[in-house]
């Protein structure tokens, strides 16, 4: 009989949401939450036996524990197989998940997750075995149908198929195999059903981004009102918001009253993914609110308003990025703001 290992947030547990983030790791036997309904879909063929639950701040912000008592759980338990989420959208949980797949790989035990595409826990560790889910829990149940049969398979240890058959995320790994036709064929095939209108499928996809057209130019930044937005993470020394170094989700905004440039002494900057001393001990690298406070005095910039917009680039998912944008977009026009400048890393 299959034993069965499984991962859960606190908000998936019943505990709470944000306000039990922070909730260290969590061990309880057999199924929790979620876990009830795989425990139906396991029937006769296994038990869940133990249940691993942690806050996802608590995973985000103190890792090395939590890495560490996700390795203890599974060496002690050893399961057959681990289920770890889904996470659907959920960046720090799907991080988490995706941390929770390669301790599993690294002990030899089985592990499968699910997560939305755009889930920065893809990012984690690619060679994880992750099913497509939507971006919320009403896809709970089919998320799990498509889950276990694949983790069944691989803790039977039958072979894995591509990903296509198998309806689990691409990892990038390829294998030799045959096909009916060398690629020129497939090549012109597929360019006479493009240009004859009829389905084809590339076997090269390509991810498209959506073309955003330019803003159009301020008519005289000498009598316009200027903002400053940047996703390089310059924060108050302490990040009082606690703004994540990497798959943020959310925006915050400071102000600037008062102030001729940032110091390092009350400013810092929390962006992974770079080395940001320097921009901790000049925040205005990033932020460069000393140049435009000159150009102020200089008549070059009318006006500038007394509040930053900032969140992290790093790792956001383009959902997150899009609403983001959208609400400080709201923030600048109901503030009178003509033009932005939007600082990067």
């Given at each position: 009989m299959l034993s069965v290992g499984h991962y859960i947030n606190q908000f998936f547990a019943g505990i709470g949401g944000e306000q039990s983030a922070n909730l260290p790791p969590e061990r309880r036997d057999g199924p929790v939450g979620p876990g009830r309904a795989l425990q139906t879909l396991l029937k006769d063929s296994g038990v869940v036996v133990s249940t691993l639950i942690c806050g996802d701040s608590f995973f985000s912000e103190r890792a090395e524990e939590a890495r560490a008592a996700v390795r203890t759980w599974m060496e002690e338990v050893r399961p057959d197989l681990v289920i770890a989420g889904p996470a659907f959208a959920a960046g720090r949980y799907g991080v988490a998940c995706a941390e929770v797949c390669r301790q599993a790989a690294e002990l030899g035990i089985p592990a499968v997750t699910g997560m939305h595409p755009e889930n920065p826990g893809l990012l984690g560790y690619k060679k994880a075995f992750v099913v497509p889910t939507s971006d919320s829990a009403t896809d709970m149940?089919?998320?799990l149908s498509v889950m276990f049969p694949l983790g069944h398979k691989l803790a039977s240890g039958e072979p894995i198929g591509p990903a296509e058959v198998e309806g689990y995320l691409p990892r990038g790994v390829r294998r030799?195999?045959?096909?009916?036709?060398?690629?020129?064929?497939?090549?012109?095939?597929?360019?006479?059903?493009?240009l004859t209108g009829q389905p084809f499928r590339t076997e090269i996809p390509v991810d498209k981004y959506e073309a955003v057209p330019p803003a159009r130019p301020v008519a005289d930044v000498r009598r316009a009102k200027i903002a400053v937005v940047t996703t390089g993470a310059i924060v108050p020394r302490g990040n009082p918001d606690h703004l994540k170094r990497s798959s943020e989700t959310r925006w915050v905004k400071y102000t600037l009253a008062?102030?001729?440039?940032?110091?390092?002494?009350?400013?810092?900057?929390?962006?992974g993914g770079f080395f940001n001393l320097m921009a901790s001990e000049n925040p205005n690298l990033v932020l460069p609110l000393d140049v435009l406070r000159d150009l102020q005095r200089e008549g070059k910039v009318g006006d500038l308003?007394?509040?930053?917009?900032?969140?992290?680039?790093n790792d956001q998912r383009l959902a997150d990025c899009r609403r983001n944008g959208a609400e400080i977009a709201a923030a600048l026009q109901s503030a009178g703001v003509n033009g932005v400048l939007l600082v990067a890393t």
């Open positions: 149940a089919r998320a030799p195999g045959r096909r009916g036709e060398v690629g020129a064929e497939r090549a012109v095939a597929m360019l006479l059903a493009k008062g102030r001729d440039r940032l110091t390092g002494d009350e400013f810092e900057c929390v962006h308003l007394d509040t930053y917009f900032t969140t992290t680039g």
